[in-house]
């Protein structure tokens, strides 16, 4: 009898279990889906914008660039104040500030003005990822911890393939200003969501102030973590070549020998639905080989796609854009476990700086890629991307070594 009451009382601990990180799950993959939906629908209707504000094709991408860099900078604060006020009240109140100034999208008239308030929007949004990431290394079992992490890496892939494949879709039936309008509810409505499933805080223990001098030695201290700073030059390559990839891939289709819309050309951005498989099994590949092991063979297949794209053959091109961004998602998902996995002390900290580089790189090389498509072609572009990727290969590879004198033995299973 006390043996069949036990058996029950641990099913129903492993059932409550199970719901809790279910909610979990639900929660943040929700976030990150509504927040890189709404910065990242911009992206496809590129060639759209540059014929409406009269743009030249080479600087349309800096409207993209300043989401991001703003987002990045918000990250170096973002992060710290997790850390003071609590990762769930941080996402929500992110979510509510950036569905409030998109509503602001359709009254703004001019170019300049277009750019800088989609900058600020981004840096609205900055708190997100850094306060989920932390929330998933305090609340999640380690054992599943670079599972539960690839799910939200793959809430973010999803939020970035619908914003793609919507805006490019609706733009063929309605205004500009009615999809700023649609994501900004989504915004709000996320907000709503997260603030009933997602669990409270057990295991968050606020920092006692927010001083600045306080927040510049932390930081200080990460970079002195070669692990964290090595994988820091990582996130930039890895946001930067996927970032340029899709600012110029409509560009680049609706030309000879392809001749594609704009709007058939964002249904690639379909195959973001990959990371549903991608990001989860990276986290479980680098829990049995390592992750930087993984991370060297994921980075020598993506350029093996860029390397696809310089086919004529349609059919080649989107195998390789395919193959390209399957792996980035198992990449970023490897990244985040690993600084949450190696910082050790200020883990919302040290995941924005992941962060600020990784959005930075997007910003930065996403922008530069447009003067190098401009001047040299498609040849010149995935040229530089996989040198790009050459060099995340010799920075994985070094830190493998590393991983590899103290890398754990994984579990079997999770009871």
Known sequence: MAIN????????????????????????ALSGLAELASLFFIQPLLPI???EYDVPVSQVSIILSAETALLAIGLLFTGTLSDHYGRKKLIIVSLLLGGALTLLCPLVQSWAMLVVLRAVIGLALSGIAAAATAYISEE??????????????FGNSMGGMSGRVIASQLIEYTSINNIFYGFAVSLIAVAVLVKFLLPASKNFTPTTTLNVLRVVKGAADHFKNR?????????????????????????????????IS?????????????????????????????????????????????????????VVFIVGAVIFTGCFFGCHSIGLSWVSKNATHARGQAVALYLFFYYMGGSVIG???????HLTGWQGMTGFIVVLLAIGVVVASYL????????????????
């Open 400 to 415: 493998s070594a590393s991983e590899n004198q103290s890398l754990p033995v994984p579990a079997e299973s999770v009871k």
């Open 227 to 259: 692990k964290l700073a090595l994988a820091f030059v990582i996130s930039f390559i890895i946001f930067g070549v996927f970032t340029s990839l899709y600012n110029y891939l409509a560009f680049f289709l609706k030309a000879e020998p392809f001749n």
């Open 140 to 153: 999640v079992a380690p054992v599943v911890a670079g599972v539960v992490t690839g799910y939200f890496v």
């Open 5 to 28: 009451t036990l058996q029950h009382n641990e099913q129903g601990a492993d059932q409550v279990k199970a719901s809790h990180y279910i909610r979990v799950i639900l929660a943040l």
């Open 262 to 314: 704009p709007a058939n050309a964002g249904l690639i951005s379909i195959s973001f639905a990959l990371s549903f498989f991608t990001a989860p099994q990276a986290g479980r590949l680098s829990a049995k080989y390592g992750s930087m092991n993984v991370l060297r063979i994921l980075f020598l297949l993506m350029a093996t796609g860029m390397l696809l794209t310089l086919a004529s053959n349609v």
């Open 49 to 51: 914008l540059a014929v």
């Open 367 to 373: 922008f530069v890629n447009g003067f190098v498509f």
